[in-house]
């Protein structure tokens, strides 16, 4: 069993940043995939980056050149650094773990951009 918690959301104006953090516990192995994926309300869950152990990192389109994924294997906690946010970035956000073939998910943090 993997433990995922999530911290750092909160309201924010437009143009401001938020640093998310999702530390996790339990079952770890030293080849995994960290990501945050984000759903807005009346919308599909969907992927904002992902980092794998070996240090490739996807991006959605949408946040490239804004956000930033970022991890600590030491502490087995991942990091999504938001600037420029934007109300449309307004979203429960999820940290996500996929270790041998199994996702597991965080509990959400909202994310409220105001314009």
């Known amino acids: 069993q993997v433990q995922l918690v999530e911290s750092g959301g909160g309201l924010v104006q437009a143009g401001g940043s938020l640093r998310l953090s999702c530390a996790a516990s339990?079952?770890?192995?030293?080849?995994?995939?960290r990501g945050w994926y984000r759903q807005a309300p009346g919308k599909q869950r969907v992927l904002v980056a992902t980092?794998?152990?070996?240090?490739?990192?996807n991006y959605a389109d949408s946040v490239k050149g804004r956000f930033t994924i970022s991890r600590d294997n030491a502490k087995n906690t991942v990091y999504l650094q938001m600037n420029s946010l934007k109300h449309e970035d307004t979203a429960v956000y999820y940290c996500?773990?996929?270790?041998?073939?199994?996702?597991?998910w965080g509990q959400g943090t909202q994310v409220t951009v105001s314009s």
């Open positions: 339990g079952s770890i192995f030293s080849i995994n995939t």
């Open positions: 996500s773990k996929v270790q041998l073939g199994r996702t597991d």
């Open positions: 980092l794998t152990t070996g240090g490739i990192i």
